[in-house]
Nanobody, 124 residues
Framework: QVQLVESGGGLVQAGGSLGLSCAAS????????MAWFRRAPGKERDIVAA????????YYTDSVKGRFTISRDIVKNTVYLQMNSLKPEDTAVYYC?????????????????WGQGTQVTVSS
């Protein structure tokens, strides 16, 4: 089993910044991928960003490119999401996810473990 514990999030004004972190523990395979998803009210859970275990091969959904940065600390098994220039449409519950495989996948059903979710609210 793998446990993912998220921290960060909160309330921020439009144009502001927030950082999220997700610490993974347990039986993590040598090659894995971690990602951040989000679910806005009334919408499906969509991928925001993903990163390979090596730190390479990052992915961002178009709406966050240039504003969000995903990174990881391989020693701490922790993934981060730095969110800058936040917009009201970024308001959502953000989830950390881990896939026990190096392949990049975009659907939430392709990820094996999930964090509890953390609320990000951006006021206009």
């Amino acid at each position: 089993q793998v446990q993912l514990v998220e921290s960060g999030g909160g309330l921020v004004q439009a144009g502001g910044s927030l950082g999220l972190s997700c610490a993974a523990s347990g039986r993590i395979f040598s090659y894995y991928r971690m990602a951040w998803f989000r679910r806005a009210p009334g919408k499906e859970r969509d991928i925001v960003a993903a990163i390979h275990w090596s730190g390479a091969n990052t992915y961002y959904t178009d709406s966050v490119k240039g504003r969000f940065t995903i990174s990881r600390d391989i020693v701490k098994n922790t993934v981060y999401l730095q969110m800058n220039s936040l917009k009201p449409e970024d308001t959502a519950v953000y989830y950390c996810a881990l896939r026990q495989n190096y392949e990049l996948k975009y659907r939430d059903l392709d990820y094996d473990y999930w964090g509890q979710g953390t609320q990000v609210t951006v006021s206009s």
